[in-house]
């Protein structure tokens, strides 16, 4: 599993809140994806390497969401991380 600083830096690269779900993951994904595809300036290199972190992020974000809505209860999200208050609030929109 992503460390909590990995999550930090995909959700920021991405811009996203501390609670997102995978529906806005995508549609950030998209968004980014559109701007700084390699397809549109193929002589760019930056634009390949910005992609990549954009994948990343997406791959790392979608990935830790899914895992989290079906590995973790409630109660197995305060034993392991106390302090991380938004695993729980994160949990209490995806039970919705």
């Not at 980014?32 to 549109?40: E, G, K, R, V």
């Not at 634009?47 to 895992?67: F, G, P, T, V």
């Not at 106390?82 to 039970?95: F, R």
């Amino acid at each position: 599993m992503a460390s909590f600083d990995e999550i930090d830096r995909a959700r920021k690269l991405l811009g996203l809140s501390e609670i997102a779900s995978l529906k806005q993951i995508k549609a950030a994904h998209r968004k980014l994806a559109h701007s700084y595809h390699p397809d549109l300036d193929e002589a760019d290199e930056s634009r390949k390497e910005a992609m990549q972190e954009i994948n990343w992020a997406h791959d790392l974000l979608e990935d830790y969401c899914s895992n989290y809505k079906y590995s973790f209860g409630e109660e197995d999200v305060a034993r392991a991380y106390p302090n991380e208050l938004h695993l729980k609030q994160w949990h209490e929109k995806w039970s919705m």
